[in-house]
């Protein structure tokens, strides 16, 4: 895990100095991407996409390496962090209750909760003790279009 949230500033100042820019979701005519029941927020399942294209597709610990798997988890939960974003309107007011991680695995892998780390980690480089959560994973097998990861979550407005 990096220290830059420990760093002073906000959320989206830390998201930037990670590279990274919160993306835009598309819609979708079957299902919305959060919806808020009392002060919990639920957000789908999110796929690593990035600019409208799927970043990866197989198997983890077949067709896909453990290093590949953690990047698209790390796209995954960016998505999930844009959905909360439209949700609560600031991402210094996100705070993460819980994570569910999908990863569409070989009977033989065990490496999931790896593969939720790099989520896990994001989530607290850039949002601090807000990102921190309760957390599964679970190996699957099989995900939609193929791909080797989904992650839902739970938040709230901080």
Request: proline share 4%; hydrophobic share 45%.
């Amino acid at each position: 895990m990096s220290e830059i949230h420990l760093e002073t500033g906000s959320a989206l100042r830390r998201l930037q100095a990670l590279g990274l820019d919160l993306p835009s979701l598309a819609d979708n005519p079957y299902y919305v991407d959060h919806r808020a029941v009392d002060s919990s927020i639920h957000i789908s399942g999110q796929l690593p996409f990035k600019d409208g294209v799927l970043l990866g597709q197989g198997v983890v610990g077949r067709d896909v390496d453990l290093e590949t798997a953690r990047e698209l988890a790390r796209h995954a939960v960016l998505n999930c962090l844009a959905a909360a974003v439209e949700a609560v309107g600031d991402l210094n007011r996100v705070r993460i209750v819980q994570m569910l991680v999908f990863v569409a695995s070989a009977p033989d892998f065990g490496l999931q909760s790896k593969v939720a780390n790099a989520a896990s980690e994001l989530l607290i480089d850039v949002l601090g003790e807000n990102g921190r959560h309760a957390r599964t994973a679970i190996g699957v097998a099989g995900l939609p279009l193929n791909t080797p990861v989904e992650i839902q979550m739970i938040c709230t407005a901080a």
